[in-house]
């Protein structure tokens, strides 16, 4: 660099690097001024080499620097004390705060606090000694104690210092304290950790062993367990003896095993026959710590699965077991986890579905399979993952390879040890055979079913000791109770006790004897009687059905038969009657007719040879005239009296019949009324015999008007026409009501009638006297007016003292 | 058939009753005949009752009965005659339109000794008649010791 500068001037020191040729590079100071030489100025400039003094300046400031540098950023604090009581500082370093946590100038100078103060009262004067002992022989010392720092922390420092001296005097002391209580803890960690390493390795279910440089430097005691080794051979490991042969060798083999080189811990499993002879199934896990290149050290944990294993392999086998019973068995047995995805299925499965491999079945998902969740199938699935609970389900299912089957699912969850649900297992049935035949049964049930939902009648179940179990009724309304009042219940409790015993008396015979017992009852029902029919069908060891079915309509039939029984016999009697006057009646002037025109026949025959063989006129007219005035008129008299006769008959026939036809119409009648009607028909012949009426007030019955008229128009005229003819004609009409019946009575003080004729007067064209006009009709009119009534008439009758008709008719309509 | 025996016939047809005796004097049956026109009546005559005629103590009875009378019918007067210590001697025969069997028996039960039916052709009535007689020509009459029980 060149610069000119003024005379007198003094240049600035300065410095340059200049190369030597030695290729040296040498620091020079410059230092130029102007000067005048010879008048002229000049410049002179001193060149001073200045490279060694440069460089110590350079490695003293270096040093300096350093110090500096290490005393503030040590992690501790430097100082200069006095060798006194309160170790009076003369300075600190910055790391004073750090690791005391108090200001420099707050200890320098004992200015707030002595050093003294800091420590832990416990350690003060700890190491004094030592401390003394060093200064005095001029050594450096070590200490570690503990202080308390300002916020109440106690740390572990470590102390290194020494005297410093002048003139062979102690003049003060100087150090360095650091903080060690990482240190101090790890080393506290450290010591407790060895210690229960120890304690863990003795007690661990597992065998450990460590092995360094091919020997067994640790073993524990389960590890001894399971290796079978004593304390005996223990003794020869601690005296580095070589193992057993065939420890050795197994030892050999498991570092051989660890040809891993404690990359990663593995493990194998194998058996071992132990020094004690003991077959033992182990598991050695292992993992090894290299400590340099030619030296590591290998743990080895062995745990005795022997049990395991034992139990493993029964297991095993028994699921050897299992599965060939599974898979031979005639049930399709699935197995799939909770997603439904099957794990195994087993060979009759397969033949259940008709599919064509355990591969293609094994593609279906139990919950998402189209199929299943049409048959609802997966529906129980799901329920059976989400309840835990077994499940039963029958169903028709077509399977995806056109198999049509019934099946009956048992769903069950699969649990592991922990009772965690891992899967679902499926057990299917095919039950085709046998809900086809539960179908037929079914159909069968059904129309069973119809057939006795046909039947009006009401079937009840009794036990043996006659209580009622069930029933079954088309028409609830027919039983006479809600079934809840009498189900459950003995027979004593609901029926009549007449009827219950009978009942009881009858199940106890259905049961020992088998057979069907039959018996009737009647029971009164809003005032009707109804009548039941009853069938006691042993049904069990200890119950019988009752059959009960309602007869009532046939018994009233059969009421309604008898009546009409009745009825027919009695026109059977009629008719007979009927023929008996056919045979008799209507004979008798047959007879006569015959026989008076055969004389007729005879008398003109005799009159025709008369006439012819006599001329003479008045022996004609003397033999003929008894004959023209007696035989001939008489016998013309007899067969034109059987004609009228017959005809009387005839008619007399045919107004029965008609009456027979006729259908009363019944109705309300005033009997008063009626009877004076009748009366007043009466009147000339009352008159002229002179009889006394007396009629007294009736009462009024239901019948037909006409047909009643004529009966006692009838009764009247007999009581008129059979008067005695030595007193005084009496006749007296009356009534009252008895039983809902009317009762009137026509009494007379006539001829009276011997009472073996009571029936025969009621007879057709019975007279009991020839001489009275009659047709003989009267009375079996009468007695049929009032069959037809549902009334009666009979009769109480004293020979020549009198008679007395009754009648009895309906009070009131009946139903 | 003897003289002395008197017939009684118990007809509430006149008609038959007379043709009865015509042909019964034609066949010669030549005996008194008393005609009664109802039961009662003959029981009157037989048991000397009422106010007509009584039979005849010593004479020997014949009684030729129809059933169906009035008052008192055959049936009855049968039973009566029968029921009678002297009365149960004489022969009673029922003649009748009826042919009813149950008749029939009845009458035999209760002890008539014969019983006709009246036929309605008058030559078969003719001829029943006419064999009447010849059995009344053989048959043993017994006379009535005419003391009646109650009298």
């Known amino acids: 660099m060149k610069k000119r500068f003024a005379i007198g001037d003094f240049s600035p020191l300065y410095e340059i690097d200049v190369r030597t040729k030695y290729n040296e590079i040498k620091t020079t100071e410059v230092r130029t001024s102007q000067i005048d030489y010879e008048g002229e100025v000049a410049s002179l400039a001193v060149i001073t080499d200045v490279t060694d003094r440069r460089r110590m300046e350079e490695s003293l400031y270096e040093s300096q620097r350093l110090i500096f540098t290490l005393m503030s950023n040590l992690p501790g604090m430097a100082y200069r004390c006095l060798n006194d009581n309160q170790w009076t500082m003369e300075f600190v370093s910055d790391g004073c705060k750090e690791l005391t946590e108090y200001d420099p100038f707050d200890i320098i100078d004992n200015n707030k606090y002595s050093f003294s103060e800091l420590i832990f009262p416990e350690d003060l004067g700890k190491d004094s000694d030592l401390i003394q002992n060093a200064i005095k022989e001029k050594k450096p010392f070590e200490t570690i104690y503990r202080i308390i720092t300002a916020s109440g922390k106690i740390k572990w420092v470590w102390e290194k210092g020494r005297g410093v001296y002048s003139n062979k005097q102690l003049q003060f002391l100087e150090g360095f304290i650091s903080d060690i209580t990482q240190v101090k803890l790890a080393e506290d960690a450290l010591k407790n950790s060895k210690e229960s390493f120890s304690i863990m390795a003795d007690n661990i279910q597992d065998g450990l062993t460590i092995i360094s440089d091919n020997k067994i430097v640790y073993m524990n005691q389960r590890a001894e367990e399971i290796f079978g080794i004593s304390q005996f051979d223990k003794a020869i490991f601690n005296k580095e003896t070589s193992l057993s042969k065939e420890e050795s060798e197994r030892l050999k083999n498991i570092i051989e095993d660890l040809g891993f080189q404690g990359v990663s811990p593995e493990y194998l499993e194998y058996w071992i026959k132990n020094t004690n002879n003991e077959l033992k199934y182990v598991r050695n896990s292992y993992s090894s710590v290299e400590l340099n290149s030619d030296k590591s050290i290998h743990y080895i944990i062995t745990t005795d699965l022997t049990e395991r294993k034992t139990n493993e392999d029964e297991l095993k086998d028994k699921e050897e077991k299992l599965r060939s019973l599974i898979d031979v068995a005639p049930l399709g047995i699935v197995y799939a986890d909770l997603s439904g995805n099957i794990e195994y299925v087993n060979p009759q499965m397969i033949l259940l579905l008709g599919s064509p491999s355990i591969e293609a079945t094994k593609k279906i998902n139990l919950i998402s399979f189209p199929p299943l969740i049409k048959y609802g199938i997966s529906k129980k699935i799901v329920e059976c993952i989400n309840t835990g609970k077994k499940v039963s389900y029958e169903t028709f299912y077509q399977s995806k390879w056109g198999k049509e089957v019934f099946i009956s699912l048992k769903l069950s969850t699969i649990c592991n040890f922990k009772g965690e649900k891992t899967g679902v297992m499926l057990i299917a049935e095919d039950v085709t055979e046998q809900k086809n035949a539960e179908i037929l049964l079914k159909r069968s049930e059904q129309k069973n079913r119809a057939i006795i939902d046909a039947i009006p009648d009401i079937i009840f179940r009794l036990s043996a000791d006659g209580v009622f179990i069930d029933y079954k009724a088309n028409n609830p309304k027919n039983l006479l109770l809600p079934p809840e009042e009498f189900i459950g219940k003995s027979v004593f409790n609901i029926l009549p006790r007449k009827l219950a015993k009978t009942t009881m008396l009858n199940i106890k015979t259905a049961i020992q004897s088998g057979k069907v017992q039959n018996f009737d009852y009647d029971l009164l029902i809003n005032n009707t009687l109804n009548y039941y029919e009853v069938r006691l069908i042993k049904s069990g060891e200890e119950e019988v059905l009752a059959i009960i079915r309602d007869i009532t309509e046939n018994k009233i039939a059969a009421k309604e038969i008898e009546q009409l029984n009745l009825e027919l016999i009695e026109k059977n009697k009629e008719q007979e009657q009927i023929i008996f006057v056919a045979s008799h009646d209507l004979r008798s002037p047959l007879v006569n007719i015959q026989g008076f025109s055969k004389e007729l026949y005879k008398t003109f025959e005799f009159v025709k040879s008369v006439i012819y063989l006599e001329e003479r006129t008045n022996v004609i007219r003397e033999r003929l005239s008894k004959l023209f005035e007696i035989d001939i008129p008489d016998s013309f008299n007899y067969i034109f009296t059987s004609t009228y006769k017959m005809d009387f008959l005839i008619a007399g026939l045919l107004k029965i019949s008609r009456l027979g036809k006729t259908i009363p119409h019944k109705k309300e009648t005033d009997m008063n009324q009626l009877l004076q009607v009748v009366l007043n028909i009466f009147e000339y012949q009352i008159k002229e015999k002179n009889v006394n009426i007396t009629l007294q007030d009736l009462p009024s019955c239901y019948c037909d008007e006409m047909m009643i008229n004529q009966v006692f128009s009838n009764l009247i005229d007999n009581s008129i026409k059979y008067l005695s003819p030595d007193r005084i004609g009496e006749i007296i009409i009356s009534g009252c009501v008895e039983n809902e019946n009317a009762i009137y009575c026509v009494k007379d003080n006539g001829i009276g009638i011997q009472s073996n004729y009571y029936g025969k007067i009621f007879e057709l064209f019975h007279q009991l006297d020839i001489t009275q006009k009659g047709e003989g009709l009267g009375l079996a009119i009468a007695k049929k007016i009032i069959e037809k009534h549902n009334g009666k008439i009979w009769l109480n009758s004293e020979q020549k003292i009198g008679s007395s008709f009754f009648i009895s008719l309906p009070f009131k309509y009946k139903v | ?151």
């Open chain 2, 1 to 151: 058939m003897e003289k002395d025996i008197t017939i009684l016939i118990a007809e509430d047809d006149q008609g038959h009753a007379t043709l009865i005796e015509k042909n019964l004097k034609r066949a010669g049956i030549l005996n008194p005949i008393i005609h009664f026109e109802n039961g009662e009546d003959v029981l009157n005559f037989l048991f000397k009752t009422g106010e007509t005629e009584y039979r005849k103590s010593g004479v020997s009875y014949l009684l030729l009965l129809d059933i169906r009378m009035p008052r008192i019918d055959g049936m009855d007067v049968l039973r009566i005659i029968k029921q009678d210590k002297e009365l149960v001697k004489m022969p009673v025969i029922i003649i009748t339109t009826t042919d009813e069997p149950k008749e029939i028996e009845l009458c035999h039960k209760l002890g008539c000794n014969s019983y006709i039916t009246k036929p309605i052709d008058y030559d078969k009535f003719v001829e029943v008649i006419k064999q009447l007689g010849l059995y009344l020509k053989i048959i043993q009459c017994p006379s009535l010791n005419g003391v009646y029980s109650n009298d």
